[in-house]
């Protein structure tokens, strides 16, 4: 298995404050990914990363910035938190087999 | 941007039946894979296709390029099977298009 870590595993905040997630892996991948899901919606992708300090954007990026610093670690973070954006984020990574974090669980209230 | 459908949404079955799952998708793709997502949240790779067929234990996976079309096979399903099953294609540079998921729930 790949070792791809995602912190915190759950979250709780208000409308307004800041969040950042962050996703650790161990493997050297060059691409990573942060997806939400949501019912009724699936996967979908916010950010990818293919190569440190190279991001683009996904289908679902408003609201949402990257930062890529280290091969190793992909930062998602919500500037300003909304109700919006209560979801599950997972963070994954490869080009050919893909490996999903256990996800986090974000609740904005 | 590709539609990526699958089909049935749900499907409850008895365990040792023959399962199969579809996925159809819309645009050209570079390659198509098959996920499963347990109760609790973990996604798993099963496989990925780009031409043929592939099988892992009990589990097949068939791709058309032609037709874009998918389908996942479980042979003697168990309860443990019992998880959503999801497709999802590349597109363009290693950018992933999701179904929706199909929730299958096999009983003893």
């Known amino acids: 298995d790949a070792g791809i870590t995602q912190s915190p595993r759950h979250k709780v905040t208000e409308t307004g404050t800041p969040v950042t997630l962050r996703c650790h892996q161990t493997e050297n991948h060059r691409y990573m990914y942060w997806y939400r899901q949501d019912p009724g919606h699936g996967l979908r992708l916010i950010h990818y990363?293919?190569?440190?300090?190279?991001?683009d954007k996904g289908e679902v990026s408003d609201g949402y910035s990257v930062s890529r610093s280290k091969t190793e670690d992909f930062l998602l973070t919500l500037e300003s938190a909304t109700s919006s954006q209560t979801s599950v984020y997972f963070c994954a990574l490869g080009a050919g087999e893909l490996f999903f974090g256990e996800g986090s669980r974000l609740t904005v209230l | 941007k590709n539609e990526v459908e699958q089909s049935p949404q749900n499907l409850t079955a008895q365990e040792g039946e023959f399962i199969t799952i579809n996925c159809s998708y819309s645009v050209g793709i570079s390659a198509l894979h098959w996920l499963q997502q347990h109760p609790g949240g973990g996604i798993v790779s099963l496989f990925m296709l780009s031409s043929g067929k592939k099988k892992h234990g009990r589990l097949i996976a068939t791709i058309n390029i032609q037709e874009k079309h998918s389908s996942l096979h479980i042979t003697a399903s168990h309860p443990r099977d019992s998880a959503v099953y999801i497709c999802?294609?590349?597109?363009?540079?290693?950018?992933?298009?999701f179904g929706q998921g199909t929730r299958l729930t096999i009983n003893p």
């Open positions: 990363s293919y190569g440190v300090k190279d991001t």
């Open positions: 999802a294609v590349v597109e363009g540079a290693q950018k992933l298009v």
